[in-house]
């Protein structure tokens, strides 16, 4: 069974790459680390932002990793097993992580924290300027 796009409007043009992100988002619902996402308003000289707050106790900032690769926001953690411990319980248990957030076009990551198990990663998105071109019509009588 072929699967009808859902942005196939005829008024749509070009926004193929929409959907290739509204899959991927789709697909990335793991639920490792927990995390927030709230808006932050202008303040002391910021602009309005959002802010994704993700919990990462027990990682060290050399454990973690923050990039921006085609417009999505990748956050990894790396932890590797310390072979000279002897558990008589293990509940906290050493894992990785990848979690993954789509940009939209003009975002920008501002800054990155860490601070008591939270991860805080700011994001700013630059007001555009409000272009207004006009376009020439040729007569070809």
Do not use: C, W
């Amino acid at each position: 069974m072929s699967r009808v796009p859902s942005l196939s409007s005829p008024f749509l043009l070009g926004f193929d790459e929409i959907e290739r992100v509204l899959d991927r988002v789709a697909k990335a619902a793991d639920g490792y680390p927990p995390y927030n996402i709230e808006r932050l308003p202008k303040d002391d000289g910021n602009p309005e932002r959002l802010r994704i707050t993700l919990a990462v106790a027990g990682f060290t900032l050399d454990q973690l990793e923050v990039t921006v690769e085609e417009n999505q926001l990748v956050i990894r953690g790396r932890q590797s097993e310390d072979k000279g411990r002897q558990y008589l319980h293990r509940g906290i248990a050493s894992r990785q992580f990848q979690r993954t957030f789509v940009l939209a076009d003009g975002m920008e990551v501002r800054r990155a924290d860490l601070k008591n198990g939270l991860l805080a990663i700011d994001l700013v998105r630059p007001q555009p300027e409000r272009l207004v071109r006009s376009i020439a019509i040729k007569d070809h009588e």
